[in-house]
DNA sequence: GTTGTATAATTAGAATACTAATTATACGAA
DNA sequence: TTCGTATAATTAGTATTCTAATTATACAAC
C-alpha cells in the first residue's frame, strides 16, 4: 500500500486536474477556481481571511486578485473607517463563473466518492479532517 | 463537513507544508523533495517515470533536475543503445539528502496518522486509493 | 498628541508548474 | 533505404507559489 503523504500529492494532484480542466473552458487559469468557490459563500471576505483559507500565502493572493480584476471577475471595496483592509466582491461575469465552479467541484465530489457507501465517505472525510488537525498542531 | 476537494486541498496541502519546513532545513527547494523520495527507492529511472509518479509534466521536471544537477545531487546518464532517454542517478550527496529526506516523510506520516487506530489508518488509504482510481478514470 | 507596535496589503525576486512548440532519436512500413 | 510516426527531452512563455522587505493604516500606552 501507498504511503499517506503520496495518496495525500496525488488524490489532491488529480482533482486539481479535473478542476482545471473544466475551468480552463470558461477562461479561468489554475489559481482562480478555489478563490471563486470560496467568494461563492463568502463574498465580502477581505484578502487576509481568503488568503487563510486558501491555504496560500496574502502575497500569492494579491497576484491572483489583480488577474482576476483585470479581467472583470472582480472587484476590491474599503469599508467605511477601515482604509487598511480590501473586501472582495464577485463582478456579474464572476458570480456566473463561481457558479459554475461550484458545479463542478460538486460534480467531482461525486465522481470521486463512486465504489463508496455513504458511511465510507463520511468517514474518509471524518479521517482527513482528523489528518489535518494532527499536522495543523505540527505546523506551528 | 467540509467537501472532500476542501479536505484533501487542505490536508495536502499541510503535508507539503511540513515537508518544506524541514528540507529547507537541509538546503533543498520545494519541488526536490518528492523526486529525492522516489529515487530513494527507484534509482536510475528516466525522466519519463520520474515525472508520471510524481504528477508533474515532464517539462516542469527538467527545470527541477537541472538545478539538482548543478547543486550536486543527482546526475544523469545515458545508456548503451538508448540516446533518447536520460536515466537519474544520485551522488553521495544527494543519497544523503534522499535518506533524510525519506525520514521526514516518514515522520510526517506518523504525524499525520495519530489519534486513528491501525485499521482507521488502513482505511483512509484503501479511500483515497479509491478516489484516485476514480479520478483518474475521469481525467482520461 | 506622539510614539511604538501590530496588522493588511503590496512589491521584488526565485522556484515550481503548466502548455505549446521544438529538437533529437527510435522504429516500423513502403 | 527512406519516409512517416511516435517518443523523450528540452525551450519559451505565462501563472502560481513562496519568503523577505516595504508601505500604509490602526491602535494602545505614555
Do not use: W
Not at 495525500?8 to 477562461?27: E, P
Not at 477581505?46 to 472582480?74: F, H, N, W
Amino acid at each position: 500500500m501507498e504511503s499517506l503523504h503520496y495518496l495525500l500529492m496525488k488524490s489532491h494532484s488529480l482533482m486539481q486536474k479535473c478542476i482545471f480542466s473544466q475551468a480552463q473552458k470558461i477562461g479561468l487559469t489554475s489559481g482562480q477556481p478555489k478563490i471563486l468557490d470560496y467568494l461563492y459563500e463568502h463574498e465580502g471576505s477581505d484578502q487576509k481571511t481568503i488568503a487563510s483559507y486558501c491555504e496560500i500565502e496574502p502575497a500569492t493572493l494579491v497576484s491572483i486578485l489583480l488577474r482576476m480584476e483585470q479581467k472583470g471577475l472582480i472587484e476590491r471595496r474599503q469599508k467605511e473607517g477601515n482604509r487598511r483592509s480590501l473586501f472582495v466582491y464577485m463582478t456579474e461575469k464572476g458570480r456566473n463563473s463561481a457558479e459554475q465552479i461550484h458545479m463542478f467541484f460538486d460534480q467531482y465530489d461525486k465522481e470521486a466518492e463512486k465504489n463508496m457507501t455513504e458511511s465510507e465517505v463520511n468517514e474518509l472525510k471524518r479521517l482527513l479532517t482528523v489528518v489535518c488537525e494532527n499536522l495543523n498542531r505540527k505546523e506551528k
